[in-house]
């Protein structure tokens, strides 16, 4: 488990504010984020109706259905199953860390969205950058021999490592 990155978690909540154009309720990463209100608002501005009833106020386990809801609509949008968080790592504050990642990886997959045009967190995503070599150029890489592939054992040598079997001594 990684250790939680108070930086990131500031940056992430003013990324979240900044796409929901409005004020987050005062407290920290965990209390803001925990009943999962504001991450299914959030997942709706991104992408609308994506979650269509989530509980505002209610016994735990509601809320922690707002927080299933909300993951289930962060893949179905983009983020990579690797990067989604456990319903527990954020209810009970188990694994943050894996939040916040979760949140970057949801921030990365607007990019891959044309229709959002809010506000960016995280890097840049790669673009496809296709080369295409000739048979001659493919031929001439893949003959040619790079200095010092081939090696040398110049300096090398047996001495005092004894015989077969024996430890060596130092």
Same mark, same amino acid.
């Given at each position: 488990m990684a250790p939680r990155n108070?930086?990131?978690?500031?940056?992430?909540?003013?990324?979240?504010?900044?796409?929901?154009? &409005?004020?987050?309720?005062?407290?920290?990463?965990?209390? #803001?984020?925990?009943?999962? #209100?504001?991450?299914?608002?959030?997942?709706?501005?991104?992408?609308?109706?994506? #979650?269509? @009833?989530?509980? &505002? @106020?209610?016994?735990?386990?509601?809320?922690?259905?707002?927080?299933?809801?909300?993951?289930?609509?962060? @893949? @179905?949008?983009? #983020?990579?199953d690797e990067e989604v968080f456990q319903t527990p790592d954020l209810f009970e504050a188990r694994n943050l860390s894996q939040v916040a990642l979760c949140l970057f990886s949801l921030g990365r997959a607007t990019q891959k969205h044309p229709e959002f045009t809010g506000p960016q967190i995280g890097p840049k995503m790669a673009t496809k950058n296709e080369r295409n070599f000739s048979d001659e150029q493919i031929r001439q890489g893949r003959d040619a021999t790079i200095g010092l592939q081939s090696g040398t054992n110049v300096g090398a040598s047996q001495a005092g490592l004894g015989g077969m079997g024996n430890t060596r001594h130092m």
């Open positions: 108070p930086e990131q978690e500031k940056e992430i909540l003013e990324w979240i504010e900044a796409v929901m154009e &409005e004020p987050l309720p005062e407290g920290d990463f965990a209390e #803001v984020l925990q009943n999962g #209100v504001v991450l299914c608002k959030l997942i709706n501005k991104l992408a609308p109706g994506s #979650v269509k @009833k989530f509980k &505002e @106020k209610g016994p735990a386990f509601l809320l922690m259905e707002n927080v299933q809801s909300f993951l289930t609509a962060a @893949k @179905k949008y983009g #983020v990579p």
